[in-house]
Structures are given as C-alpha cells and as structure tokens.
C-alpha cells in the first residue's frame, strides 16, 4: 500500500524529490521504494515502471506505470471508502466541516453531547471548510456533516435532492453601490441589467455561483467586470474608496445591514455614526459588524434572467444516511443538537456570535426572511 501510493505521488509531482516533500521524507527513501518496483515489475512484466530523464528533469512513466498508477488510485481508493464507512457505521469518529460564521453554531450544539462523546469515546474532528466546497466535501466523503451556506431556489433545488437539509435561515441577493442615483436609481434594478453596470466580483464562492446560475459557466466575458477580489470586505473597501464606481453583489442581510437598517434584537442607538464615502457629508448609522459597508447605497435585485435564487445557511448530511443508524449514533446526536440550537437561537432572537467579528457576508445570512 505505502509503494503504492509513493508511486502515485511521483505521478502527480514528477520526480521522487518532489514526491518526498509532499511525502515528508528523504528522497533516497522515496528513490529506493521506486527503484524496488522498477526491479519487480521488471521481472512480472518484462518493463520497468519509470524512466529517469535526466538530473532535474521529470521521471518517464512506461505503459505498465501508467496502468500501476490507475490501478493503484482505484485500489488505495476502494480501500480508503471502506475505512471511512467502518468509521461511520462504528460512530467513534465524527468527521464535520464548517465555514467561519458557523463553527459558532457549531460549538453551541457540541456542548449538547460533548459528556456523552466524552464517555463514549467518539472523537468529534472539525475542519473549515470553505463556502464554494460545502457540499462537495460530503458527495467527496471526506466530511460526515457540513455547517454552511450554498444558493438555492425557493422552490427547490435539484442539487440539494441528494442530501438531508436542516434549513436555519434564508436571504435574498441585492447590490451594494456607490454608483450615483442618475446612473443607478434603485430602489430595484432587475438581473439583465447587471450586464451593463460595472461590477464587483468574488472570485468564487456564493455570488459567483448565482452569476453562474443566471448569465452561464462564462459570466466574465459577458459581464462588466470591473474588479474581482478574495474578500466581500476588500470588496467593500474599494467601493468605500472612490478607487471605481460599481456595484457588489450581496446578500440582502448585508446590504441593509451596510445601508444602516439595525438587525433585530440590537438597539439602533448603539451604533456609532460613520462617514459616508468621500469627504463631506451627513454621518450613517451602522451596525459595526457591517462598517465596511457603511455608506454605499442597497439596491435589491428582482429577477428576470432565469430563476430567483436566494442563500441558504444549515447544515447538510448525505441524503437517508442517518437513516442506517439509531438515534444514539454521533452523527444522529450532533444533528439534533444542531435542531436544538436553532430553534433557541431563532426563539431568543439573538447572534450566536456577539463579541466576534466574523465575515459579513456569512454573518447576514443568519436573518430570517422576515428579519431581513
């Protein structure tokens, strides 16, 4: 198995220098395990399994290391599936991913079961998990449970068919601006006119997802776009700056929440009066979570180009696994405890992450349609 899966890396890497970083080991341990199947393969088959090229230069896989290599990624991952369906089905291991905002959720819902785990022995292990890979990491397998955001339709989704969803909060996508009235007038812009405004753009992640959905797989070259950023508060910046006049897409929380609309629950006086963008000017009152938006105008979109779309935070299992175990199973646990915690979140109306500072972005989808 371990000659196996140094051959798979000397693969994907090229040479055994770079096999035995990736690795974590000397080269000469990574060059002598290749110069054994070079040897044995030699005398099953007539061929070695790899060429040398040259000092510096790629290995040479022959015909009989190219089938080795299929035949060893299917081979590691038939055996690799059944170690993790053991674990699941066993329960001593917990496997669960989450984004920024909801490692909070998360943490509430953990104190739940932690004793019971505890005495158990079953090992909860969380990893951040980014939004655009929410729900690729559960079809991967490589998570047992996901805590996050992805854009779906309010009357179903067909992506979402494959996979058990606890739904805690919905928003709709609007703009933020700084785009003048005259060019821009709002209160509402439909989709189609996106095409014509300069635009703001994350480089992945919800929103372009939702372009994806309503302009096709190659939005950029359709699209006007004036600038693509890693973050929605770089994006917010830049908008605050003056640098380009355009507009951001966001979701709905955001953008009222940036225009200076209170959350519930939160006292509007408590909020510190910001400037508005460029000098001069009348002060806007904001929630100090969403201050890099303060001052740019909300403009909600109203669909005309393909469907409604709108972000969904939960947490997502795949579909009827939970069904196969008890109701004392982790995984069947953890998902009640998550229940648990959102129906008192969504009952005391108050922000699982007061006194944090996490991504704006994430943080508006924790509204309620109604709150929004």
Known sequence: ?????????????????????VLGREQSSVQKQLDTMN?????????????????GKDVLFTGT?????????????????????????????????????????????GERVA???????????????????????????????????????PGGDNELDAFDVM???????SLLTN?????LPGPTVETSELRSLPLVVSTSGLMSGALHTWFGADYRHRLNIAAEIDT????????????????MLVTKGVADAAGGHPPPGLTPGRYPQLPPPGAGGTSVAVDPRFA????????????????????????????????HYDSAHPLNMLWDALAAEGARWRREQRWPTAGLEPDPFELANSYDPSES
């Open 167 to 173: 739904e805690w909060r919905r928003s709709g996508v």
């Open 292 to 323: 890099y938006g303060s001052g740019l105008r909300s403009v909600e979109l109203v669909n005309d180009t393909g469907p409604r779309l709108e972000v969904l935070l939960g947490a997502f299992t795949r579909r009827g696994e939970r069904d």
């Open 179 to 183: 785009l003048p009235p005259g060019q």
């Open 232 to 247: 929605m508060n770089y994006g917010f910046e830049l908008l605050r700056s003056g640098l380009l006049q355009g507009c």
């Open 115 to 153: 004793e019971d785990f505890r005495q158990r022995g079953v090992e909860l292990k969380v990893g951040h998990v980014r939004t655009r890979d929410v729900l690729a990491k559960l079809r991967a397998k490589e998570v047992d449970l996901v805590c996050g955001s992805v854009v779906t339709r």
């Open 65 to 109: 290391g190219q089938s080795l290599v299929e035949l060893a990624r299917g081979t590691l991952g038939d055996w690799l599936d059944g170690v993790h369906e053991s674990r699941r089905r066993l329960g001593r291991t917990l496997m669960v991913g989450t984004t920024r905002f909801t490692l909070a959720y998360l943490a509430d819902a």
């Open 1 to 21: 198995m371990d000659q196996l899966r140094t051959l798979i890396v000397v693969h994907e890497t090229g040479t055994a220098l770079g096999a035995a970083r």
């Open 39 to 55: 040897r044995n393969f030699r005398e099953l088959c007539g061929e070695p399994l790899v060429l040398k090229q040259g000092r």
